[in-house]
């Protein structure tokens, strides 16, 4: 027999309601059904990656730009699930900095078991998509964590700290700045400055993603040189709709 949303929100001790402002979702929901991936191939010798970890990288998608182009059928563009603004893209592990520059990134340290039904709909409001967990906690999660329990806890601990400003006053403006934005995500988090901040932007101009560079306690820390992003004076546009 099949569970509504409600029911299987109870099951697990969720909440079908709206998120928290800090989320720039006006709802959520859990889809009908929550199939667990599948294990997912085995990288390849040469993509594995293992270092010594020198901070992260807590990655942000903007749902607008991403739905403008995503496949039909993607769940985070689904609006029976929800309506998203931020959403996390992953919180990666980044390798020690060498005088000040990125040292690059560890990946796929270690075998990944598929990530469980529980831990799906615990995260799923945070990260609408079950193939983008499976494939976050096998890229990267192993590299910092023991279980994806483990790494999605972790991972929803730093994005429920981050506050984000109101995206809907930049999408009515025709251009704004990368570094208009960063100092607004910056003054909604107290020690945070711009250069803890990279934007991310498509081939047009439009804003993609941010990324807030954190240290090993998960504090957000200036970036290491090379740390990809576009210029503070980069002027960009942000897609509307959420």
């Known amino acids: 027999m099949r569970r509504s949303k409600a029911a299987l929100a109870v099951g697990l001790g969720l909440a079908v309601a709206p998120l928290a402002a800090h989320a720039q979702a006006s709802s959520c929901a859990l889809p009908e059904r929550i199939n667990p991936p599948r294990a997912g191939t085995t990288p390849r010798p040469d993509e ?61 340290c270690a075998p990944a078991a598929p990530v469980s039904r529980a831990t799906i709909a615990a995260t799923f409001c945070m990260m609408p998509s079950v193939r983008l967990m499976q494939h976050q906690w096998v890229k990267h999660g192993t590299c910092m964590a023991r279980s994806p329990e483990d790494y999605f806890a972790r991972a929803r601990a730093a994005y429920k ?21 960063a100092g607004a995500i910056a003054r909604k988090n107290p020690g ?27 504090r957000p820390t200036r970036c290491a040189l090379g740390k990809t992003g576009v210029s503070t004076n980069a002027r960009i546009r942000v897609r509307g709709g959420y």
């Not at 293992?50 to 990655?59: K, N, P, Q, S």
């Not at 739905?67 to 931020?86: I, L, V, Y």
Request: a neutral charge; charged letters at 20%; aromatic letters at 12%.
């Open 161 to 181: 700290a981050l506050r984000l400003p109101d995206m809907g006053y930049f999408a009515i403006q025709y251009r704004v700045t990368a570094g208009q934005i």
């Open 192 to 218: 945070m400055t711009i250069d803890m901040i990279r934007v991310q932007t498509s081939d047009y101009g439009l804003l993609n993603e941010v990324w807030i560079c954190l240290d090993t306690g998960f």
């Open 48 to 108: 594995v990656r293992r270092m010594e970890v020198g901070g992260y990288t807590l990655a942000l998608s903007w749902t607008p730009q991403y739905c403008a182009r995503a496949p039909k059928g993607d769940t985070q563009c689904d609006p029976r699930n929800g309506r998203f603004g931020f959403v996390l893209h992953g919180l990666w592990p980044d390798g020690v900095a060498k005088d000040g520059r990125s040292g690059g990134w560890p990946q796929y």
